[in-house]
């Protein structure tokens, strides 16, 4: 099994989405690459703590390999846009793709030079390898799931 960490704006659409991919066998969604411990949902709203909304992908890469599933991530983001997808804005709203396997470099970024050949203005998505992620309050896990009609700024269908 092979894991990524994913940041495009809210995490519950995200999470969604991905879980519905075949070849994906868990996610889970929580704050990445920020200053401090453990953060709240709360904190991480105040913009202080530096962590993004991420989404944990846990998949068997003899059904899906990591390119297509970045893919598919690619095409639910907007990856020109700072700090935000849709209607929220802040910097735990920033687009990125965070890895552990350094090998996996050089695919995200294949895919990476890819997407610029799609867009006129500059690609912002952060590309680094996972320095910390702390799972989110139980509330937030599996939220479109629990709340199917909650709010969610990406198209869940492909």
Known sequence: MKEIYLAGGCFWGVEEYMSRID?????????ANGV??????????????????T???KFDESVISLE??????????????LNRQGPDIGNQYRTGIY????EDLEIIN????EQKQKYNKPIV?????????????????????KNPGGYCHIKLED
């Open 23 to 31: 070849g994906v066998v868990e996610t889970k969604v929580g704050y």
């Open 36 to 53: 401090s411990e453990n953060p709240s949902y709360e904190e991480v709203c105040t913009g202080t703590t530096g962590h993004a909304e």
């Open 55 to 57: 989404t944990y992908v």
């Open 68 to 81: 297509s599933l970045l893919n598919k991530f690619w095409r639910i983001i907007d990856p020109t846009l």
């Open 99 to 102: 890895y552990i396997d350094p």
């Open 110 to 113: 294949k895919t990476l030079e």
């Open 125 to 145: 998505t952060e590309i680094m390898a996972l320095k910390s992620f702390y799972d989110a309050e139980e509330y937030h896990q599996k939220y479109l799931k």
